[in-house]
């Protein structure tokens, strides 16, 4: 657990040491305000739904962008040798760099809370769609987190990072889009697999335990192939 922290922490204040973490969150705010402001503002919905719905898109570029370099610039710089030589399972490392993407995940998402809270002042906010709203971001964005760290794993290059984690969150999201060219037999299977599927559940205030299953599931499988994937330097 010390291992753990250890890297999260280090990990944490590389974030905040660059521009990437500021740079990232000020635009995934400036974008979800817009879709917030112009649903509160212009059709005079007292309602956080329409910002929450788009979050997820955002999600497909955002997550990809902070992901990218956590283990791919490690493998580049030639660090991550460094890592494993110290008292650290490769499983460690996977860890601490998901929980510190986890904690800017979740200062990003909290910055939104504004928009909730600004929603309750002047209208009457449906609490439980917010409340399974706002956790369906955290957990469909764990998933998000291990894919990226799963893409980062596989290479030194940070933008082909980027492309492999946007592709593979690409198709999570869209598997629910696309049951009409799916033969019949697939059709629940494939929209069990889709991430946008459970999240809307979430978002309708119903807290499913079946949508929890999956998305803790769902992170713990992709983090373990991020680290078979980090492990595979040794073979």
Do not use: C
């Amino acid at each position: 657990m010390n291992n753990i922290l250890s890297i999260f922490r280090k990990e944490l204040k590389s974030y905040f040491n660059s521009p990437v973490a500021y740079i990232v969150i000020t635009v995934f705010l400036l974008i979800s305000g817009w879709f917030f402001s112009t649903n509160f503002f212009l059709m005079g919905q007292a309602t956080v739904r329409t910002a929450l719905s788009v979050i997820p898109l955002i999600f497909i570029f955002f997550i990809p962008a902070i992901t990218m370099r956590s283990i791919a610039e490690e493998k580049k710089s030639g660090t991550i040798e460094l890592l494993v030589t110290m008292p650290t399972k490769d499983m460690d490392i996977i860890l601490g760099k998901f929980l510190a993407g986890l904690v800017l995940l979740t200062i990003a998402i909290m910055f939104t809370l504004t928009y909730a809270l600004t929603a309750s002042m002047l209208g009457n906010l449906d609490g439980g769609p917010t409340f399974g709203g706002y956790l369906g971001l955290l957990l469909m964005g764990s998933i998000y987190l291990s894919i990226g760290l799963f893409a980062s794993s596989m290479t030194e290059n940070q933008i082909t990072a980027f492309i492999i984690s946007f592709l593979i969150i690409f198709v999570f999201f869209m598997l629910d889009k696309v049951l009409i060219f799916v033969p019949g037999p697939l059709v629940s299977s494939f929209e069990y697999l889709s991430v946008d599927y459970h999240f809307n559940s979430l978002l309708r205030g119903v807290i499913d335990t079946r949508d929890i299953i999956y998305f803790i599931s769902m992170t713990a499988f992709m983090l373990v192939l991020a680290g078979r994937s980090l492990e595979s330097r040794k073979w």
